[in-house]
């Protein structure tokens, strides 16, 4: 059974790359699933809207682009996954540039190259 997966990306600079990761869990041999959980709207209710949804998912996949360590969103939803225990890894969202980190990223938490073999391994729990 494929795993699910939140998204958690900065909406106005990753979106696109976030659709790029929702039409690979599309490929034959993926381990997971992407539900498109995004929250689209600004509102009172979102944070309690995003634990909801995260914790429904196996694993939080953090998009890292360059203004991630801006996107205060992104901070909240991998705090949220932190205080549900769920699983996360943080995967760089581009080839030419590294990602930063949410500010709520652990000294730990390391960025992950996104490639297809390195996603299938750390979405089945390999790190």
Known sequence: MPKRVFVSFDYDYDKAVKDFLIG???NP???FEVHDWSIKEASPDWKVKARSRIRASDVVIVICGEHTHQAVGVAIELQ???EEGIEYFLLN????QTGKKPTTA???DKIYKWTWPHLKTLVG???
Do not use: E, F, L
């Open 93 to 96: 969202g581009y080839n030419v």
């Open 125 to 127: 729990g390999g790190r």
């Open 106 to 108: 652990t000294h730990g």
């Open 29 to 31: 041999d993926s381990p």
């Open 80 to 82: 949220i996954a932190q």
């Open 24 to 26: 690979q869990a599309k």
